[in-house]
């Protein structure tokens, strides 16, 4: 069986949406001959914005794992001077009013710590990844990021050691939508920018998750190189995630999983759930999972809104039967260019969820696309007010009937087997 070595910062026990990725990639890719072997940071110098324990059954058992230190200084300095045991979350969505010391800190990160502050990992990392490589006789380097400084451990090793290096990107780079919240110079941005580039322009192969995100990254290759290297395979969903009871929902419960950050502008939804009357309003709950910025939602908490309800961080099983007893579920994508350039992973768990999606953002987005080809939902931007409300009155009529289930066409291309065999297809093709 070919080895390949997978170095990612995120992985059990930590939590979030970006560990799933390679998680499930490395549970599947033993099925097409390949054998993983995983690099990653020692949990006790991690820095972890979420943690889910329960993840860790999620591994096999003959899964080869190695750890190595970091260097921690930021995230223990941050700790102690803001007295929080809660690191940032991404986009920032737990310090919707972040103070002095927070906003010094967010300049500290933008400026001196480039591409982001996490980077105390890579001189760790870039030891133990050359062992790993030499003793196992490998030939392609998967390096997964957010944080991005991963990426620089993939280029060493290629400049060093001539292995093929495939760089696994989950999120823009330099274009992230917080990018103007960390309060970067025009110097600092000017390096990011060519650290980037760099990147981009040594990796054998640049995996993207969307179409917009791929396009964006081969137009910032260089000249004479190829824009074929930059492909796209999605995030999805695993089967085996859906494997409890068929669930019935009690209430109209319409829920919203994950981080739900300070420019996610639920407003439309608010003024679309007063076509509701008294009683209906009654029969309504948005549920909210996860990490919620209280601006966002202060509209809904009116005197005459629907209920609302918070639950922090659940583990990813129970996020799962989460979606199963919704109704119907909430999807939101900011409305500007850098965010139509991601899906969000929890999409796909959607899709797989079979219940009808409620997206609020622009309808050109990559989620738009994929919502309108499966039929699993329907999307709507902030001034479609009526055509939403109009949406979320046949949703409610269908419940009261029984009916809340959906059929969408052609979703097993998200399946993580099926994304697994094209990933292997990648690095096979690589190896020869």
């Not at 102690?80 to 919707?96: M, Q």
């Not at 030499?134 to 090793?157: A, C, F, M, W, Y």
């Not at 931007?381 to 289930?405: Q, S």
Request: net charge positive; glycine share 6%.
């Amino acid at each position: 069986m070919d080895k390949v070595l997978i170095i990612t910062y995120y992985w059990p026990p930590s939590g979030g949406a970006g560990v799933q990725r390679w998680l499930k990639f490395v549970k599947y890719l033993p099925n097409y001959g390949i054998e993983p072997i995983i690099l990653t940071v020692d949990p006790e110098f991690a820095s972890y914005p979420q943690r889910d324990v329960s993840l860790l059954n999620e591994i096999s058992p003959e899964c080869k794992i190695v750890y190595s230190k970091s260097a921690t200084g930021i995230f223990t300095a941050y700790k102690k001077v803001t007295r929080k045991d809660e690191l940032p979350y991404g986009g920032f969505a737990n310090e919707s009013n972040p103070g002095f010391i927070q906003k010094i800190f967010r300049f500290v990160r933008g400026n001196f710590f480039l591409p982001d502050a996490r980077k105390g990992w890579n001189r760790h990392a870039f030891k133990a990844a050359v062992k790993i490589i030499e003793n196992n006789h490998i030939d392609v380097v998967v390096t997964s990021s957010p944080p991005h400084s991963t990426q620089l451990i993939g280029r060493k090793l290629k400049k060093n050691l001539g292995i093929r290096w495939i760089a696994d990107l989950r999120d823009p780079w330099t274009d992230i939508y917080y990018s103007d919240k960390i309060f970067q110079t025009l110097p600092a941005r000017w390096i990011n920018r060519q650290i980037e580039s760099l990147v981009l322009n040594d990796a054998d192969r640049i995996i993207a998750t969307c179409n917009t995100t791929r396009d964006f990254f081969r137009s910032k290759l260089s000249r004479g190189q190829s824009p074929e290297k930059v492909i796209t395979i999605t995030n999805g969903f695993d089967t085996d995630d859906f494997g409890f009871e068929k669930i019935t929902p009690e209430r109209f419960t319409i829920t919203y999983l994950g981080t739900l950050a300070g420019n996610y502008d639920i407003e439309v939804l608010v003024k679309a759930l007063d076509r509701f009357d008294t009683v209906e309003k009654r029969e309504i709950t948005l549920l909210f999972i996860g990490k919620t910025d209280d601006s966002v939602i202060a509209g809904l908490r009116e005197e005459g809104k629907v209920s609302t309800e918070l639950i922090p961080y659940v583990d990813h099983r129970k996020a799962m039967e989460f979606l199963a007893r919704s109704a119907a579920l909430l999807l939101v994508i900011p409305s500007d260019r850098k965010t139509n350039e991601m899906i969000p992973g929890k999409l796909f768990e959607y899709l797989a969820s079979k219940r009808p999606v409620v997206a609020l953002g622009p309808k050109g987005s990559d989620a738009g696309i994929i919502l309108r080809e499966t039929g699993a939902g329907k999307i709507f931007d902030k001034n479609e007010v009526n055509d939403l409300g109009d949406y979320l009155l046949e949703l409610h009529r269908n419940f009261r009937k029984g009916l809340f289930e959906t059929d969408p066409k052609g979703i097993d291309q998200y399946s993580r087997k099926n994304l697994t065999a094209k990933y292997a297809g990648i690095i096979n093709a690589d190896e020869n």
